[in-house]
């Protein structure tokens, strides 16, 4: 079953612990860092568009793109409600397209976990290159090889609520790095009864070694490995990972040179 069918309905009741403000402070600061306060941004995998509309309120111009038409159902009801003006795409970002470039790329909650295929990566990566502005920043985040080895592993993680429950079993395969999500879920219908739902989730390990060289190979300048929500460098026990990294192959016409000149 593909993945966010069934669960996309209770996504945000299950990830309410999630701190995604903080979070998205965090992104904000890097970007401000790289110059990016504000135009066309776009978020890969932006799911029910927490992230997105926080972004959309801190000034930047949103483009979310994500391959489950449930999850972004969710996202233009919180875009209705916000009347923020958000472009949501329903595209897989293994063969996403734009109209044209934007400043920056991110994509955070181990989306680009997601991406099980070295070939697929790099193709992410050379489509976020292409649809960069020159000298534009991709910001992402990974889960670590270190979370899935020893955190994740065979563990089991469950949790109930009165409006439904799951049960999320963990199976690694240090070979292929792949983690085998097997998720059960318990939601509560109309009546009071509970119907059961099952989907499986897959996510592959990527060392920090490799996805340099995936983004170098794609046409992109690696910036920097930062520790999630610090800007010091990783640990052998870091669990997550944020990725900086910048187009580097694009030369600015003389018309975007002109009006820099300007500002």
């Not at 923020?84 to 595209?91: C, V």
């Not at 990974?142 to 409006?163: M, P, S």
């Not at 990725?243 to 040179?257: D, N, T």
Request: glycine share 8%; aromatic share 12%; with cysteine.
């Amino acid at each position: 079953m593909d993945a966010y069918t069934s669960f996309a309905a209770v996504y945000d009741l299950f990830m309410d612990n999630i701190p995604y403000e903080a979070w998205s402070r965090y992104i904000i600061g890097l970007l401000r860092q790289q110059g990016i306060r504000d135009g066309l941004v776009l978020e890969l995998g932006c799911g029910t568009g927490s992230m997105t509309e926080l972004l959309a309120a801190a000034g930047y111009d949103m483009i979310g793109v994500d391959s489950s038409e449930e999850m972004l159902e969710l996202a233009v009801e919180k875009r209705a409600q916000s009347g923020r003006d958000i472009l949501y795409l329903l595209q897989d970002m293994r063969e996403f397209e734009l109209y044209g470039t934007v400043r920056a790329v991110i994509s955070v909650c181990d989306s680009i976990n997601y991406i099980t295929e070295e070939e697929d990566l790099l193709q992410v990566f050379r489509l976020v290159n292409n649809y960069l502005d020159p000298g534009g920043i991709f910001l992402f985040d990974l889960n670590t090889c270190y979370k899935y080895e020893v955190l994740l592993g065979e563990c089991t993680i469950a949790e109930n609520r009165e409006d439904g429950s799951f049960i999320w079993e963990n199976d690694y395969d240090p070979e292929t790095q792949i983690n085998t999500y097997d998720l059960t879920l318990f939601l509560r219908e109309k009546e009071g009864l509970y119907r059961k739902y099952q989907e499986t989730h897959f996510q592959r390990a990527y060392s920090l070694e490799r996805i340099g060289e995936l983004l170098r190979e794609a046409g992109m300048e690696p910036l920097g490995f930062y520790e999630a929500f610090t800007e010091q460098e990783p640990g052998k026990e870091s669990e997550r990972v944020y990725v900086l990294a910048r187009e580097k192959g694009k030369k600015a016409s003389k018309e975007m040179k002109k009006g820099e000149a300007k500002c």
